[in-house]
Structures are given as structure tokens and as C-alpha cells.
């Protein structure tokens, strides 16, 4: 079956003087609708791998097809089209003079009429929650503000894939959820299909799967489950474990006796009350 | 060095259409040698309130002390240059701070500046970059051909350098992978407990609050409404909740078992804390049951 991304061997590197490919035959299938979570260590090839996908770098070799086509010079405008990127400094994206045109931009671009450009410019803002700033300009907000609108920028062209290039980063925890929530209900509401490079492991747990780039390879492909239950062989590779998983550990160095399964939180909280609590 | 602040209003832009307050009556004290974490909300003041710290911000009115330095609407960028060679500065955006042409250069400025020979300055940065992280592959790069974790790296190296007393952390650990910010904030805390350096921190990690801060300040809208120690913050989540705070995850998840019964005397703040509270519930359970 063919996917929304395909991608075939791929390698690049950014200068011939290098020795080391930056990305290094990296084949990879995504399925239309899937929310793909990017992980690895810094400088290990994640950033590069998504401006391939958006075709603002030229591979050395290999292939890559977006939505059934491929990426060529002569096909890269329309397969762009069909692709948002927030980048990891939305600094190097903003271009409108407030937020409101900024987040406009993109769709002036694509030829939207008016009301609808309207219409959708103010849904994104909500949907980021930043309706009261659209009058501002996007270089002087807060650091949080600015990845805000800038997921708002992507969200309102809605594009076929997004990808996020750590675009919460510097939002608070709670803020960072009700926005990710949000998106995933869009992605499973519309189908759009969600690249997310992250360092943080709660967001990725809740992809539907997950790779790790490490040295420009894909060094692993797994259900996030899967993925956690690796416990200490993800700290090697410079990953986090997941908090139940860390706990487990702590606890086991205290002769305290665990099933080895992957356990959530709450299957955690619930093993711990029954132990402690049993009569 | 200690750092008093006494009603400190700012407003961006002031004085045009587009004027915007971002403090407002902010008072604070930080003692010498305190590891301070400001935490608070998207948008509260904090990385406004932070480049009052080495001038790159002045009050609108009110005043900051910092050591003996007092700086008000009045003072003067000249005045300011002493200051800025004791406060060290992590910005928000690490771009905003590289701009030499090669990540040696970058992270040898300051010293050189400050008097060190080619060569020494050289050698600071070898050692700067290897306590970063970084791998020597990078070195010879443009500080803008890195990767946002790698920038990151390089910003931080860059102030290490300088030899600062006192260090201004706007989420230094943002874009660095697990196992970077593990060994970053435990570097600064080393720097902090070894060095006595001074440390502010802003951040959005709770847990980190809770394993490295003496001292917290919450801003919520510009003003600060909260001046505490972490172990008293966290004992209260009802306020943090009502003000749209997130409590550690140690915290967290322990309130989670105390909802279900688990009798917590105090809420842990930290994973070792739990791990070994819970151990000590489980051995009394064992040893119930065998004798
Ligand atoms: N513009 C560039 N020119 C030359 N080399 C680059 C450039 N951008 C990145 N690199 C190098 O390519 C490698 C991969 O970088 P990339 O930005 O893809 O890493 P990343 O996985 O996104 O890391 P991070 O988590 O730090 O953002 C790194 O070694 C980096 O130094
Ligand atoms: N250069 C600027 N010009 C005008 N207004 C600004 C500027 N920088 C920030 N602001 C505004 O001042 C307020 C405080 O911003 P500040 O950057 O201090 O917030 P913050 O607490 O650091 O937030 P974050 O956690 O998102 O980084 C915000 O409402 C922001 O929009
Ligand atoms: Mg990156
Ligand atoms: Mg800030």
C-alpha cells in the first residue's frame, strides 16, 4: 500500500567535505492519518530528515514520495502544498507584520477567498489560544507566544502532513497538553497526517509509533509501548524513560519486587495500592 | 552577589500606540549564592523580568540593585559594564547570542575579551565545549550550521566561559535531549554548590524546581504572586492548580495514591523521596504478614 510519506534509501549530507553521511539510507512508510513521533539525541538527524521531507534539502541519493508522487525539482511547489512545517526557532518562520497576517500568510499564498481566510486564521488562533494577540507582532511576544503562533501559522493551511520541529518546547506543561490534545483530536477528527520531533516522552507516548534517528539512521521503529519497555537501553541511546518506568527502577533498587511488564501510570498506581493496601 | 528589586514596572514600547506592560510593581530579594527557579505561565513576565538582571532591559520605573549596582530608568548603557561581566545570560532562544564565525570563536569570546591571550582563550573553549557536550566534529562549524540542541550547547559554553557569579538561566534546557539536560542541570547545580554562583532559573520542569531550587517565584500577568521555598509551594496543590500550575511528577503521581488510600505524611517531592517511603510501606506489609 502506498502511505503519505515513502521514503527509499535516502542519504544526504549537508557538505561533500564530510566524511559521515547526515542521513544514512533511511527507508520509512508513514500511513496516511498517522501521528509519528521523531525521537534521538541532539544532532543525531531529526531536523534534517523532516527539511528532506519538505524538500528544502537535496538528497544524495534514494528517494522520497509524498502522497503518491514524487519529489523533484519539477514537483516540489505542489508537494510542499501539502506539507506544514513549524520550525524548531519560529523565529525563522514569522514573515506577517502582526499575528493575524502571519497566520494569513500562507493562505493569501494558496489563493483562499477572504471569509474563508478569515475564518480559518481565527479558529487557529483559538485553537493555540492566542485570539487576544492578533494585533501583535510575532518577533516581540514571549517565547511561548511565539511557538503558539506558529503552530497557528501550519494549522490553519491544513495541510495533508504537519510537521513539528519541537514546537511546544518552551510551553507550561499544561499548556503544552491542551494544544497537543487539541491537534490529536484535528488528526483523528480530519485525517491530517502528524510528524512530531520531540525530546519529550510524554508527548511521544501518545503516537501511534515511534522512531529513533540516531548518527542519520533510523535505529528503531516501535509502538510507543513498545518502545518504553526498553527501560535502560533507552537512557544509552540519551532517551528518557517514562516516569512509571524510572519509579520501577527506583523501587527495584530497594529489593522492592515488580512485574516486568510495561506499566502506564495508572496500571502502576493501581499495582501499588493493592501491594501496600492488601488487607 | 544579592539582587534587590523594589517596584519595578515595565512597559515595552512605552510611550506609542502599540505600549504594552509587561511587570508590574515587581519586589523581590535574592540573596548571594540562593539557586532561585521563576516559574509561571506563557506570557507572565519572566524572560522580561530576567533582562533587567544584566541591563538589557531597564525599568520603566523602579529600581534593581544588583550587588552595588543600581539600575533605574536613568542609568546610563556605559554604567552597566561591570554588571554585565558578573551575569552571565542563557536566552530564551540560543540563536539570539551566537555570532561569531566558528564555534571556537563563539564560545573563546568572552574570555579574550576579558583579557586572556589567543591561546588561553583557546584552551577555555576546548574545555567549555567538552563540559557541554559538544563533539569535537563541531568545532570548527559556523555556530549556525548546528543543530538546535548542538546551538543550545554552544550558547551555554559561551557564558560558562565568561566566569560569571551569578547565572540567568531563561530555559536553558530547552531542545537538549534527556540525557543533556540531566547533565546540564546537574552541572549548573555543581557550579552552584562548588562555585557558590548565584543562580535564576526560568522553567517550566517542576521537577527541576523541586530537586535543584532553594528559593521559587511565581509570576502570574506581570506581577509576582508567589515568593517561597519549593517544599512549601508544592505542599499546596489546590493553589497551584487554581493558578494553573503543575506540580512535580513525583508529587503528582503520590497524590494519585493518596486519593486511593496510601497514607502520605507528607507529599514527596522528589523520586527517590517516593521510592524510598513506598519501600518502607511495602517492608512493614511484609513483615505484617510473616509474623
Ligand atoms: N545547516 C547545517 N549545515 C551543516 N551541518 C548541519 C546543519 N544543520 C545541522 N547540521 C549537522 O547535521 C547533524 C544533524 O543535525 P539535525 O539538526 O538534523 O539534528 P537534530 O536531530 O534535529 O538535533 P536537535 O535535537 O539538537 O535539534 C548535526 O551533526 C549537525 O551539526
Ligand atoms: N519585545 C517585546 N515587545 C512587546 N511586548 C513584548 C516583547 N516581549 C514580550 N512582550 C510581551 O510581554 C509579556 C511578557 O513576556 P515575557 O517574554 O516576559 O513572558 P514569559 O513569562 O517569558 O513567557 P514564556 O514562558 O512564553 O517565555 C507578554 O505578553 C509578551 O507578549
Ligand atoms: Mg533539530
Ligand atoms: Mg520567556
Not at chain 1, 501511534?208 to 528503531?220: A, H, L
Not at chain 2, 566534529?137 to 546551538?151: A, D, I, N, R, Y
Amino acid at each position: 500500500m502506498s502511505g503519505i510519506i515513502d521514503i527509499k534509501d535516502l542519504c544526504f549530507r549537508y557538505s561533500q567535505e564530510n566524511e559521515e553521511l547526515d542521513l544514512s539510507h533511511i527507508d520509512l512508510h508513514v500511513n496516511e492519518g498517522e501521528w509519528l513521533a521523531v525521537i534521538g539525541h541532539n544532532g543525531s538527524g531529526k531536523s534534517t530528515l523532516a527539511k528532506a521531507i519538505d524538500g528544502l534539502i537535496a538528497p544524495e541519493a534514494g528517494e522520497i514520495y509524498i502522497d503518491g508522487e514524487k519529489l523533484t525539482d519539477q514537483s516540489l511547489w505542489n508537494i510542499r502544498k501539502k506539507i506544514g512545517m513549524v520550525f524548531q526557532n519560529p523565529d525563522n518562520q514569522f514573515v506577517g507584520a502582526d499575528v493575524e497576517g502571519d497566520v494569513a500568510f500562507g493562505l493569501e499564498n494558496q489563493g483562499i477567498e477572504r471569509e474563508e481566510m478569515h475564518a480559518r486564521v481565527k479558529e487557529a488562533l483559538e485553537v493555540v489560544g492566542m485570539q487576544d494577540f492578533a494585533q501583535h507582532e510575532p518577533v516581540r511576544l514571549s517565547g511561548g507566544q511565539k511557538q503558539r503562533v506558529a503552530i497557528a501559522g501550519v494549522l490553519a493551511l491544513r495541510p495533508k502532513i504537519v510537521i513539528f520541529d519541537e514546537s511546544t518546547s518552551m510551553l507550561d506543561p499544561e499548556g503544552r497538553m491542551q494544544i497537543i490534545s487539541l491537534i490529536r483530536q484535528l488528526n483523528k477528527k480530519e485525517g491530517f497526517t502528524v510528524l512530531s520531533i520531540t525530546h519529550d516522552i510524554d508527548e511521544a507516548s501518545l503516537a501511534d509509533r515511534v522512531i529513533v534517528v540516531d548518527d542519520g539512521k533510523i535505529i528503531d521503529d516501535s509502538l510507543p509501548q513498545d518502545l518504553f519497555q526498553k527501560g535502560n537501553q533507552l537512557i544509552e541511546i540519551g532517551l528518557d524513560v517514562p516516569y512509571p518506568q524510572r519509579l520501577k527502577g527506583e523501587l527495584a533498587q530497594r529489593g522492592i519486587d515488580l512485574p516486568q511488564e510495561y506499566m502506564d501510570e495508572g496500571s502502576l498506581v493501581n499495582w501499588l495500592c493493592r501491594s501496600i493496601l492488601k488487607n | 552577589m544579592s539582587i534587590h528589586i523594589e517596584k519595578l514596572n515595565y512597559v515595552y514600547q512605552s510611550g506609542t500606540p502599540f505600549s504594552h506592560r509587561a511587570l508590574t510593581d515587581v519586589s523581590l530579594d535574592i540573596a548571594d549564592n540562593t539557586y532561585t527557579a521563576i516559574i509561571g505561565h506563557t506570557g507572565s513576565g519572566k524572560s522580561t523580568l530576567l533582562q533587567h538582571l544584566n541591563g538589557l532591559l531597564k525599568p520603566t520605573s523602579g529600581s534593581l540593585t544588583v550587588e552595588n549596582n543600581k539600575i533605574t530608568a536613568e542609568t546610563k548603557n556605559k554604567e552597566l559594564n561591570d554588571l554585565r561581566r558578573h551575569v552571565g545570560f542563557v536566552f530564551q532562544f540560543p540563536e539570539a547570542q551566537l555570532f561569531e564565525e566558528t564555534v571556537l570563536k563563539d564560545i573563546a569570546f568572552a574570555p579574550k575579551n576579558f583579557g586572556k591571550s589567543d591561546e588561553e582563550a583557546e584552551q577555555i573553549a576546548v574545555k567549555m565545549a567538552k563540559l557541554v557536550g559538544l563533539p569535537d566534529s563541531v568545532l570548527q562549524k559556523s555556530p549556525f550550521e548546528l543543530s538546535g540542541g548542538q546551538m543550545r550547547r554552544v550558547a551555554i559554553a559561551g557564558v560558562l566561559a565568561m566566569e560569571p557569579q551569578i547565572l540567568v538561566l531563561d530555559e536553558p534546557t530547552a531542545g537538549l535531549d534527556p540525557k543533556g539536560r540531566l547533565e546540564m542541570m546537574e552541572m549548573f547545580d555543581r557550579l552552584h554548590k562548588e562555585q557558590h554562583l548565584t543562580i535564576i532559573l526560568v522553567t517550566h520542569q517542576m521537577n527541576d524546581v523541586a530537586n535543584y531550587a532553594d528559593h521559587v517565584i511565581v509570576m502570574e500577568k506581570g506581577r509576582v504572586i508567589a515568593d517561597s521555598q519549593p517544599a512549601e509551594i508544592f505542599s499546596d496543590p489546590e493553589w497551584l492548580k487554581a493558578h494553573h500550575l503543575g506540580l512535580p511528577q513525583t508529587t503528582a503521581f503520590a497524590a494519585k495514591l493518596q486519593q486511593q488510600g496510601v497514607p502520605f505524611k507528607t507529599l514527596p517531592l522528589t523520586e527517590a523521596q517516593l521510592a524510598a517511603q513506598l519501600a518502607d510501606m511495602m517492608n512493614e506489609q511484609g513483615g505484617g504478614l510473616r509474623g
